[in-house]
């Protein structure tokens, strides 16, 4: 499957209250949801209505703003949970039950044989009450499952013939990219159902566990803005966009409205109270900066030498960074351009051996170099003549 036919589950609003930080009100919710459907994600997951009476009311209000994006809600495989979960006016509904032994053995205390019916009963009920609606099942903790039990699981539920989606879920973070592709691969050989992706990053896979997913022919991906979610979280919507682009910058661009992506950042991040981490996918503040003088000239010559992902794309400007010692004359011949100074290219050079060495002794600021080449900007205009650059050098110091 060429890697566009994918959609994205955007969790936010589901594993995102999952964050220690989360505590959306009901118009944070309204808001998140409407950027994250002006962004141009196909679906919108929403916390189980049973959680709590206002995620009951505002899993209903969304429902019924009519946004572009289809609204989901996620429930325990339970029958109670199903019926609140119907009237809330979803268009699908992400039904999940645990199958590991940890969780079989400390959380819910079911064997594979009663999940199995448990799940046959929920699934047909949800199915019978409203065929309309998108149905997936997942099971949780399906890394740390054994295949036997898990694949017995999946094919019981396949047998059901109401469910449109199987989930697998990367709870603990535990999967690599390898495992990811064969499990994938192997429910996508043996069901013909679309198959979703969810992946926790405790070790910081989660990106590459997602992209393995969908080369292995998953449908399917959740993320979540910055990637909250129950502790350091899943797969953020910026990173999956990111490893997308890369590959097929197009259909990204085509798909989501890139511009908005980092207000969709800020926004979430003002209402988690968090900064954007400085080194996020796309929208932290040194994604697009270059240091070293040597990138800053390829850079300056074509910005494909040192990035991948346009930051033009996501309505973002890249950075040269030249207050340092590792800057290059390139990069300081393009900052007094900018400054509107002209220096030839052995002041440019002397002047740049200039801010290494001040560098060597004091951390500078932007504002130190600008000061210095007004200075000796300055210094050679003023002299009238073409003083050599060891007098500038003197001149200034
Ligand atoms: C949870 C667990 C879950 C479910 C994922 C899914 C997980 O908090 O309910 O339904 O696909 O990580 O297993 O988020
Ligand atoms: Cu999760």
Not at 139 to 155: G, I, K, N, P
Not at 156 to 176: I, K, P, Q, S, Y
Not at 340 to 359: C, F, Q, S, W
């Amino acid at each position: 499957m060429p890697l566009t036919d994918f959609s994205i589950i955007e969790s936010t609003l589901r594993e995102g209250e999952q964050f220690v930080g989360a505590e959306f009100t009901s118009q944070d919710k309204v808001e998140i949801a409407g950027a994250l459907a002006d962004f141009g994600v196909e679906y919108i997951e929403l916390t189980s209505p049973c959680a709590s009476p206002s995620s009951r009311t505002d899993c209903a209000r969304i429902a019924s703003l009519s946004l572009a994006s289809k609204i989901l809600t996620h429930i325990r495989c339970h029958m109670e949970d199903a019926r609140i979960a119907l009237d809330t006016g979803a268009d699908g509904i992400d039904v999940v039950i645990g199958t590991s032994s940890y969780l079989r053995e400390f959380s819910h205390g079911k064997s594979i044989d009663q999940v199995i019916e448990v799940a046959s009963e929920v699934l047909t009920f949800i199915h019978s009450q409203a065929p309309e609606i998108e149905l997936r099942f997942s099971t949780e903790d399906s890394f740390r499952s054994a295949q036997a039990d898990l694949l017995r699981v999946y094919l019981a539920v396949g047998e059901l013939e109401v469910v449109d989606r199987l989930g697998v879920a990367d709870t603990v973070g535990v999967a690599t990219p390898h495992g990811v592709f064969n499990l994938v691969r192997t429910l996508r050989q043996l069901t013909q159902s679309d198959i979703e992706f969810h992946g926790h990053n405790d070790t910081g896979c989660a990106i590459a566990n997602s992209y393995a997913a969908l080369e292995a022919g998953a449908t399917h991906i959740d993320t979540t803005v910055l990637g909250i979610g129950e502790r350091n979280g899943i797969t953020s919507l910026e990173g999956l966009i990111a490893r997308l682009y890369a590959t097929n910058p197009d259909s990204v661009r085509t798909k989501y409205r890139l511009h908005q992506l980092h207000d969709l950042n800020q926004l979430v991040a003002d209402k988690v109270e968090i900064e954007i981490p400085f080194n996020h996918y796309i929208t932290g503040v040194t994604a697009f900066t270059h240091k070293a003088g040597i990138h800053a000239k390829a850079i300056l010559n074509n910005p494909e030498t040192y990035e991948i992902l346009d930051p033009a794309d996501f309505g973002l400007t890249r950075y040269i960074s030249i207050a340092h010692k590792l800057t290059g004359w390139n990069a300081v011949q393009d900052r007094a351009a900018q400054l509107g100074l002209e220096l030839d290219p052995a002041n440019l050079r002397a002047v740049t051996r200039h801010i290494k060495a001040m560098a060597d002794h004091k951390r500078l600021t932007l504002s130190d170099v600008d000061e210095l080449l007004h200075q000796w900007a300055d210094a050679v205009n003023g002299s009238g003549e073409e003083a050599s650059t060891a007098t500038q050098e003197a001149r200034v110091a």
